[in-house]
């Protein structure tokens, strides 16, 4: 009976790909269920804010003053909601900074939101942030770094129960927590209880990782742990803050031994465990807020890039928002975040290769169109479930009659089309074919590709104009598509009309049917006015939409429809607050 049950079993397992019947057996090391899990949410955003977020400094020493700590406005809802707006599954928050200071009131220690003004003493960071996540569906996870500048034991044996009874506090407390982050930082000058000298420890043995990890499985069994010190984690760092991973890039690392950038980078073809690559970096230059950042926020074309270059590499995307000293998300971030996600929306929303044939064959999978259709992405994906399999693979396009190569252009070096892991992104100029050839030219085992697609990505800088900032209202704006604009006072206003100049000396873009909306928290959206801008084409002078003044942190306007072309456009626009 056992053996009738097992074969139904291997049968049930055996797939069709490339045409053979292949036996699902996994090849080299395999993901566990965990790491699948975390892979599909594919981005998350970290959220820096400590002590630094009130002295400037992307470190602390360790001996900030707790006074400094008292956040005007602190809306854990307000960054949930953004995260989610800018396509972000869940949260990893930084609970415990280099520099030591607490956002949870721990008991362990003094420094932390218990002996801050803000709430008297009675605040508790993380909780509003674990809360707000769940109430936004989204999932939470912390930062806790080992490095504590400010506390007197860091070095001794001593801390490193410390540090175990902080983590024990924030996986017991605070409900699930999908990831656990140990900064790699290690060592160095601090205050340390008022020594005010420099300790060295040796990151791979100091905080007996192995211990640490053990009680992790067993207070967030569904956790992984991104560790970038000593014991191999369940993730691993990709050596770069840039926001960037190889273009091969291996799921595998060796169990033992140093990891250079390289492998951090690029993975090991033939390492013995599976360990991805986690793509962390910042939407703005620092990962704590710095005012003088505030016209540095990453634009929308360097944030795809760096979609492309992660997500799009077999990785996931960390991505950073920085909280500035009032508690809140900054316009500049909170806007170009969103307009991040919508520009994923619009570029993955029409998948070509639906309405193709597509015919596999060995290895070779051909995608024809009815007629020769404009394309410059190309998307795949394998079954990693059972391991990560294509070392390479060529993209061929049949334009006029010919097969032309098409090459990653976003790698310098060779045609870039190596390795494929859980999803991979060719972005390649825009060509007009009729059918689009994938072929796998190289495998460690029989490839399980479970998805071919292709899509037309719309041009982004010269199509989509740039945010910008009007000081005079301390109005923040960003066209988040085509037919919407955005804009953010972050405080509340008492708005009572908007004004609107049509381009001057063209019809494209101009608007001539309108809603406007407004929210104070950006999720209910209240509408305002819709209506037409009559006879704006014949004598295109500035347009007054008066409303009943309405109190609003955020204004959406939509163009309902344009006298001509398919992008709104502006020669200028006021809102007036009371
Ligand atoms: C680094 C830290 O030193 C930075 O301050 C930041 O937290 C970043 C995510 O990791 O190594």
Known sequence: MKKILVSIFTVMLMIHAYGQEIKLTPCGPVPTENQLRWQDMEMYAFIHYSMNTYTDQEWGFGNEALELFNPSDLDCRQWARVCKLAGMKGIIFTAKHHCGFCMWPSKYTEYSVKNVPWKQG???????????????????????????????????????TYFRNQLRELLTQYGDIFEVWFDG??????????????????????????????????????????????????LRWVGTEAGNVGETNWSLMPSKGDTPYHMLHFGVENGDVWCPGETNTSIRPGWFYHEAENEHVKSLSKLMDT????????????????????????????????????????????????????????????????????????????????????????????????????????????????????????????????????????????????RTSVYLAPKLTADIPDSGEKRSSNLHYFFSSSKQMLIDWDTEQTISSFRYLPPQNTKEG?????????????????????????????????????????????????????????????????????
């Open 122 to 160: 009675r605040g508790d960071v993380v909780r509003e942030l674990a809360d707000a996540c769940r109430e936004e569906g989204m999932k939470f996870a912390v930062y806790l770094s080992p490095w504590d500048r400010n506390h007197k034991d860091y070095g001794k044996p001593e801390y490193v």
């Open 185 to 234: 930082a290690n060592g160095g000058d601090g205050w340390y209880g008022g020594a005010n000298e420099t300790r060295r420890i040796d990151g791979k043995t100091y905080y007996g990782w192995a211990e640490t990890f053990k009680m992790i499985r067993e207070l967030q069994p569904n956790a992984v742990i991104w560790n970038d010190g000593g014991d191999r984690g369940d």
């Open 307 to 450: 979609y492309y270059k992660s997500v799009g590499r077999n990785s996931t995307l960390l991505l950073n928002f920085p909280i500035a000293p009032n508690g809140r998300i900054h316009p500049n971030d909170s806007l170009r975040g969103i307009a991040f996600k919508k520009m994923i929306d619009e570029v993955f929303k029409t998948d070509l290769a639906q309405k193709a044939e597509i015919q596999t064959q060995a290895n070779v999978t051909t995608i024809r169109f009815k007629q020769p259709i404009a394309f410059n992405r190309f998307v795949v994906e394998e079954d990693i479930r059972y391991g990560q399999r294509v070392n390479k693979f060529a993209l061929e396009a049949e334009v006029d009659g010919k097969w032309v190569a098409l090459k990653d252009e976003l790698v310098e070096k060779g045609d870039g089309l190596t390795t494929i892991g859980h999803r991979r992104i060719i972005c390649f100029p825009t060509v007009k074919a009729t059918s689009l050839r994938f072929t796998i030219l190289d495998a460690k085992c029989k490839p399980i590709i479970k």
């Open 510 to 578: 101009m608007i001539t049917h309108y809603t406007l909306w407004v929210s104070t928290d950006w999720t209910n959206w209240t509408k305002l006015a819709t209506g037409e801008f009559s006879n704006i084409v014949n004598n295109p002078i500035w347009q007054t939409i008066n409303f009943t003044p309405t109190k609003a942190k955020m204004l959406r306007l939509d163009a309902d429809r344009l006298a001509d072309g398919d992008r709104m456009a502006f020669g200028d626009f006021e809102v007036v607050t009371k």
